[in-house]
């Protein structure tokens, strides 16, 4: 069946550090590719996605390229913010249903 | 756009009580999906309808979990004789077969703690 596996957490960075976050995947067909974050105390939302090989999903500073040799995704972001610390979770659809099957998560702390 | 609510946010209940909880879900969306999210877990689904259709079931945790949307707008997931074990977040999402990509949009989730 469909599975993602993410970078184990926590991660801690400084302030203004480079991020990036492990995403590999198995699935059947041609999955879309989605990341969702979770701050504390609120809902999953939506950060950025990438529907076919070799498209890059951006948002609020944000990139992960879908690619397909690799089966990866991986987020990356330049210089984090503490407003970025959250749980980051790595996700895939496929099929008629594209019900999401997510990854673990990852907790991201980020420290001024 | 009022995004996706649930209610309640929060239940607590006693073992062998029955639960339900209510989604609504963003107004124009025709699927509804509903997942299970445990402590330090990403969400596992559950079941999703298109319109009032229920599409897939088989991956409910047990007979004891029901889900309907009757006039294919809100939905309701009932769980019966609850256990200890279905203590969780659960979260519904909509989205819209005319959007490219599918994207789900989430409500804030119903905790259920069985005490």
């Known amino acids: 069946g469909d599975s993602v596996t993410q970078m184990e957490g926590p991660v801690t960075l400084s302030e203004e550090a480079f991020l990036t976050i492990n995403c590999t995947y198995t699935a059947t067909g041609y999955p879309s590719l989605f990341w969702y974050v979770q701050y504390p105390g609120e809902g999953l939302q939506l950060l950025l996605k990438?529907?076919?090989?070799?498209d890059k999903g951006s948002n609020k500073g944000f990139e992960a390229t879908y690619r397909k040799e690799t089966t990866s995704f991986h987020l990356e972001k330049g210089s984090v913010q503490v407003s970025d610390s959250a749980v980051y979770f790595c996700a895939l659809s496929t099929g008629s249903a594209r019900q999401l099957t997510f990854g673990s998560g990852t907790q991201l702390t980020v420290l001024p | 756009d009022t995004g996706v609510s649930q209610n309640p946010r929060h239940k607590i209940t006693k073992r062998g009580q029955n639960v339900t909880f209510r989604c609504d879900p963003i107004?124009?969306?025709?699927?509804l999906y509903w997942y299970r999210q445990t402590l330090g877990q990403g969400p596992e689904f559950l079941t999703y309808f298109q319109n009032e259709a229920q599409l897939e079931k088989s991956r409910l945790l047990s007979d004891r979990f029901s889900a309907e949307r009757p006039k294919g707008s809100f939905s309701t997931l009932e769980i019966q004789r609850t256990e200890q074990g279905d203590s969780a977040m659960y979260l519904c999402a909509s989205s819209d077969t005319g959007q490219a990509g599918y994207e789900q949009y989430f409500g804030p989730g119903t905790r259920l703690t069985v005490t």
């Open positions: 107004s124009e969306h025709n699927r």
């Open positions: 990438a529907t076919k090989a070799d």
